[in-house]
């Protein structure tokens, strides 16, 4: 009994230096990081959680679901509350960007964000300010709240990635938004899926997929 009870307080420690060694701060906000080998870091996937508030448990599916490829820095920041909005949280994630970029000599179009929810509306807002930044942008369960500019030869791609039965954003909502941008000139990927607002495979492979394009020896936006 004492035996066993050792193994699960061990296993429980383990997991736990697991999150918290991930864990940094960036003056008084939270973000997790996980990095390959220094040698081979050549990108930054962004993933914003959604209204939970809490990164972790999609810091850990992203690990888990093999998306990562050796050569990406994964970064899950932590909202200022629950639900992300430009007024509090863009300077935060501006900032990180930088010193992300400085730190590991990333180049400006090699950076992809996404996020789940609150976190796919995030991405929209701050993703399509602040363009000259990304390669590309992959929204889940999320609509867009503004009108973008017309898209430029620098524009990110956009994957939206939605489920049919969604009752937070009906599909409708985010058909709309692809109209939209469709309009403005993005090059577009929507994906539909059965999973109401959960996040699945179909998403990973989309974030595979995003992030060999950006492996590639010349990649195009």
């Known amino acids: 009994m004492v035996h066993r009870r050792l193994f699960y307080i061990i296993i429980l420690l383990s997991l736990s230096t697991l999150i918290f060694g991930n864990e940094k701060t960036l003056g008084k906000r939270k973000y997790l990081l996980d990095t390959p080998k220094k040698e081979n870091i050549k990108n930054i996937l962004i993933w914003c959680h959604p209204a939970s508030g809490d990164p972790k448990p999609e810091f850990n599916w992203i690990k888990q679901s093999k998306i990562l490829d050796g050569q990406t820095i994964l970064v899950c920041p932590q909202a200022s509350a629950r639900q992300w909005t430009m007024k509090r949280d863009e300077k935060f994630i501006l900032a990180l960007i930088k010193e992300l970029m400085k730190r590991y000599k990333i ?34 369960c999320g609509v867009m709240r503004k009108k973008p500019k017309k898209a430029t030869k620098d524009s990110p791609k956009i994957t939206i990635y939605h489920s049919i039965d969604d009752l937070v954003f009906p599909i409708k909502l985010a058909r709309d938004s692809a109209k939209i941008l469709l309009k403005f000139k993005y090059k577009l990927t929507f994906i539909e899926d059965r999973l109401k607002h959960s996040i699945g495979p179909k998403l990973a492979t989309a974030l595979k997929k995003g992030l060999k394009e950006m492996n590639e020896p010349v990649h195009k936006k």
């Open 107 to 140: 180049e400006k179009s090699n950076i992809l964000m996404g996020g789940h929810s609150s976190g796919a509306l995030f991405t929209y807002d701050f993703g399509l300010k602040h363009q000259k930044y990304f390669h590309h942008l992959i929204t889940a």
